[in-house]
């Protein structure tokens, strides 16, 4: 069993950023695929990026160019680098775990996106 516990949202104007950070509970953290989903009140949850362990990174087309995401193996945490925030980035995010097929995931931390 992982344990995922998110941090870093709150409330940031149009154009601002914000950092994300994901900490996992286990010791074989370096060999997840790891990803960061969001979702916005009345709508799926939907995959914003997501790193796999050997550092290989894919982007949703609507955060292209504008978030990040990376891992610190050391650390056992995943990040999300948000810059430019826009409003329509206003949702939960939550981070997810996989490994052999079987997903792990975080309570989710609020970000807000308003002037």
């Known amino acids: 069993q992982v344990q995922l516990v998110e941090s870093g949202g709150g409330l940031v104007q149009p154009g601002g950023s914000l950092r994300l950070s994901c900490a996992a509970s286990?010791?074989?953290?370096?060999?997840?695929?790891m990803a960061w989903y969001r979702q916005a009140p009345g709508k799926q949850r939907d995959v914003v990026a997501t790193i796999t362990g050997a550092g290989t990174t894919t982007y949703a087309d609507s955060v292209k160019g504008r978030f990040a995401i990376s891992r610190d193996n050391a650390k056992n945490t995943v990040y999300l680098q948000m810059n430019n925030l826009k409003p329509e980035d206003t949702a939960v995010y939550y981070c997810k775990a996989t490994y052999l097929g079987i997903e792990y995931w975080g309570k989710g931390t609020l970000v807000t996106v308003s002037s």
């Open positions: 286990s010791s074989i953290f370096s060999i997840y695929t």
